[in-house]
């Protein structure tokens, strides 16, 4: 049973480790962007019939999905082609036929609950060639019916969506915002344009202007942007607009007339309201900054309701039909839900990725992630990340660079014409733009061998130089032709020479740490330059990357040559070199990720895995090389790559090792070896890449790192036979087990003499007898001997031979009726050894052999 329970372990063993070697048979890039959920959401629609159904559309990513009232969210725009989602609406009468307006590219529309898109802008088209959708409106009372604003008026559909018909007659404004029904008289739409409010009362066929106050003394127009209409539920004359710089306008004759009700309000750009169905006089409305404010009165007095609410750019708000106390915020950094009247907020991102990132900086145990939301950092090779703003407000970060000397020492630049220092690893920012002039900043270098010396590159404002950490900046712009500065880098061997990448004039070069610069483009086709990045062991080994793909240089800048072969997207927006090998190369693309393993001379596409192309920042990791990342641009956050290692297997005769050939393993993992030798072998010995680490039958790699082999070697197993005899004893033992002889051993001419045969079996030999010849043959192995009674000559394997050259009397004799022969003869021309006790009278016989 014992034996039985140890094979059952051994097979669920090798099951799981042979599954486990299997499971990443190929590399491919993983999504690891816990912690950076979140994102700009621009609208929310919920499905009528089941309210933990929800979508939310957003800006860059698409549209995700909830099932579960926004506590899990998943990617849902298969077959969208432009990520930049402006509304969507859900068809009250059939709940899978989903439409959502993009920017630019019209209108897309699903009829499986989101699993699958297509476009439907019959009749929008036709008469422009994009166009963008600001919102949706289905109308419940006609099946078919749906309108739509656009920045070319309201374009109207009475088939679903199969084609589309431009309704503005009427509509002097014709940027439309929001578009509302009446749910009481569906003939009756308004429309909230860039220049005011309309009414139509025919179903859109004509408009007319409507926005009058109802002051007594004035006369007048709401002035503005009105962002959004929203229609009383109980009482459809009762109308509320929001307007994008005048607060929260009120209507109690369907528009005829307008009242300002913003008492209360400190934030007068409104984008979002809802009206509670169960009581209309509360109401919510979402803004451009100010989070939500509420009102119980029907907007005579509103007050802020935004606690727990991370941002206060609320650009949508829904709310449950079936419970008003429960209401979801989209903003520019995620979805919030409150359950208690907007009394609080909390986030509800998980698996809502929205960030671009745009920009990394490694360290030894840490990652830096610059996105457009600020600073990520990872202390687990990027399986976690949280966010280090603490000092930073609304920034988007382009670049960002570590200290080599001391870790803790970070610089970020964004794009709101600062640039950010942490001396605490991330956890405090704080300003450093003295002598910074209004510039976006592109990029950062720091100077290797003098860790205050600085330099940042602008978009318009050339290159400026810090001595001090940040304390100061001046402008180094002496021979810079083009002051749209994409990149640069710092030799870290020579810190004067310092390359700067243009957006217009390609390449410059300074060698006296930017003194000045002078032009560096001989051969370089496109002066477009994204990224450069210099060779970190031979600095002469420049490579640019740029609109038109990569090109490299061999001595330092004077010349270039374009190095595409296998480059099937030339656009090049980002580059890193290998640390240990800067030979291998990976570069980010408009359409993912590719490498080169020989210094760019040939370029593979490494895109498995990779759901989002779009890569702009790539980086590898100090601690594991093989480990390499991509930041996105299109939605899909960071991306994780492992270059996967071989460890090379190899087993000799008599026996095997498992797994065996080459086996790919992933970077810092374990991978585990079995040796195991054949029936009748044991294992020699075994070798780890050339080394030997004993006779063992089970080695790990552990935190494997680089390419390794291992070789197992396997000997034919030798059996020792050990047998006891006493002279005048019948009974011996083989090994420790007892035998019995047919007559006991005697002394004869001083020597032992036996029946020889029980001796023989024992070792699985043979023992004949010819009587007429009188001749004992006896065989074991490959060696036979041949004896004669009386006869001091024998034969061993047809060979003469004495049996006792120190005493010819030594003979092969029968006594009482038994064959007695010479033990010490026959023992060691077998090959085994004789041990004689005189005090005890014990002969011992050792004999090792198959």
Not at 293 to 307: E, H, I
Not at 455 to 481: C, E, M, P, Q, V
Not at 670 to 691: E, H, M, R
Request: net charge negative; charged share 15%.
């Amino acid at each position: 049973m014992k034996k039985i329970f140890i094979c059952f372990l051994l097979f669920i063993f090798l099951f799981i480790f042979l599954f486990h070697s299997s499971v990443h048979a190929d590399s491919e890039w993983i999504p690891i962007n816990n912690g950076l959920y979140g994102g700009f959401i621009r609208c929310l629609a919920m499905n009528p019939q089941k309210s933990n159904i929800i979508y939310a559309g957003t800006y860059g990513s698409g549209i995700f999905k909830s099932t579960n009232g926004g506590s899990s969210w998943t990617a849902a725009s298969v077959g969208i082609t432009n990520k930049d989602i402006q509304c969507i609406a859900v068809d009250p009468a059939d709940s899978n036929v989903i439409y959502a307006g993009t920017y630019g590219s019209g209108i897309f529309k699903s009829t499986n609950g989101g699993s699958s898109w297509s476009t439907v802008n019959k009749g929008i088209t036709d008469r422009y060639a994009t166009i963008s959708i600001n919102c949706i409106a289905i109308d419940s009372k006609n099946i078919g019916f749906v309108y739509i604003g656009t920045d070319y008026g309201v374009f109207k559909s009475i088939n679903d969506g199969s084609s589309w018909n431009e309704m503005n007659n009427g509509l002097l404004y014709t940027l439309v915002n929001s578009i509302s029904i009446n749910p009481r008289n569906s003939a009756i739409v308004y429309a909230a344009a860039m220049g005011g409010s309309f009414k139509s009362e025919d179903g859109g066929l004509s408009w007319t202007y409507i926005g009058r106050l109802s002051w007594a003394y004035i006369s007048d127009v709401i002035v503005g942007t009105v962002n959004v209409i929203s229609i009383d539920p109980e009482t459809s004359s009762t109308l509320y607009a929001g307007t994008d710089s005048s607060g929260i306008y009120k209507s109690i004759d369907s528009g005829s007339r307008w009242e300002l009700i913003s008492d209360g309000l400190t934030n007068e750009n409104i984008l979002s309201l809802v009206i509670d169905p169960e009581n209309t006089s509360i109401i919510y409305a979402g803004t451009n900054g100010g989070g939500v404010f509420k009102t119980k009165d029907s907007g005579k007095l509103w007050s802020q309701t935004s606690s727990g609410l991370g941002s206060r750019h609320v650009n949508s708000l829904l709310m449950n039909p079936a419970n008003s106390g429960m209401i979801y915020a989209g903003t520019e950094d995620g979805v919030f839900k409150t359950s208690d009247s907007a009394t609080t907020w909390s986030t509800i991102n998980n698996g809502l990725i929205y960030k671009w990132v745009y920009a990394f900086a490694v360290g030894l145990n840490t990652i830096y992630a610059g996105t457009n939301d600020g600073v990520f950092k990872s202390a687990d090779n990027g399986s976690s990340w949280s966010a280090v703003n603490n000092g930073m407000i609304d920034v988007s970060v382009s670049s960002i660079i570590i200290d080599s000397h001391d870790t803790n020492l970070i610089y970020a630049g964004t794009n709101n014409y600062s640039v950010f220092k942490s001396t605490d690893a991330g956890a405090t920012w704080s300003e450093i733009n003295n002598g910074l002039t209004d510039a976006l900043i592109s990029s950062l270098a720091i100077d290797a061998e003098n860790s205050g010396t600085l330099y940042a590159g602008t978009l318009s404002s050339g290159i400026f130089k810090s001595t001090d950490g940040g304390g100061l900046w001046n402008t180094i712009d002496n021979g810079l032709i083009d002051l749209y500065i994409s990149s640069l880098s710092v030799d870290q061997k020579n810190s004067n020479v310092i390359y700067a990448g243009t957006a217009y004039d390609g390449v410059f070069k300074s060698t006296d740490g930017g003194a000045s610069w002078t032009s560096s483009n001989n051969g370089l086709a496109e002066e477009f330059i994204c990224c450069i990045s210099i060779d970190y062991k031979t600095p002469n080994i420049v490579y640019a990357g740029t609109h038109s793909g990569v090109f490299k240089s061999t001595n330092s800048g004077i010349s270039w040559n374009p190095v595409n072969n296998g480059l099937t997207e030339t656009w090049v927006q980002a580059m890193v070199l290998d640390p240990q090998n800067p030979s291998l190369i990976y570069i980010g693309t408009e359409n993912g990720v590719f490498k080169s393993s020989d210094g760019a001379a040939s370029w593979m596409p490494i895109n498995k895995g990779l759901t989002d192309t779009n890569v702009l920042s790539v980086a590898i990791n100090l601690s594991i090389p093989q480990m390499v990342y991509a930041g996105t641009g299109g939605g899909g956050g960071i991306f994780k790559y492992l270059n996967q290692l071989a460890i090379t297997s190899s087993a000799g005769q008599g026996g095997s090792i498992l797994p065996t050939g080459e086996v790919l393993v992933n970077p810092g993992g374990l991978q585990t070896f079995i040796i195991t030798p054949q029936s009748g072998y044991k294992i020699s010995g075994v070798k780890v890449d050339g080394a030997s680490v004993g006779a063992v039958s089970l080695y790990t790699f552990n935190n494997i790192t680089s390419n390794h082999t291992i070789s197992a070697t396997f000997e034919k197993e030798i059996k020792e036979t050990v047998m006891i005899l006493k002279i005048g004893n019948k009974t011996f033992t083989v090994n420790g087990i007892s035998n019995t002889l047919d007559s006991p051993p005697i002394i004869k001419n001083s020597r032992t003499l036996l029946p020889i045969r029980a001796i023989i079996e024992s070792l699985n030999g043979t023992v004949l007898w010819e009587a007429a010849e009188r001749k004992v043959t006896v065989s074991l192995g490959a060696t036979n001997i041949e004896l004669w009674i009386g006869k001091n000559i024998a034969k061993v394997n047809g060979v003469n031979k004495l049996i006792d050259s120190a005493n010819s009397k030594v003979v092969p004799e029968i006594i009482n009726s038994r064959t007695m022969l010479p033990l010490r003869f026959i023992a060691e021309n077998l090959g085994a050894t004789v041990n004689w006790d005189a005090t005890t009278k014990t002969v011992t016989i050792t004999y090792s052999g198959g």
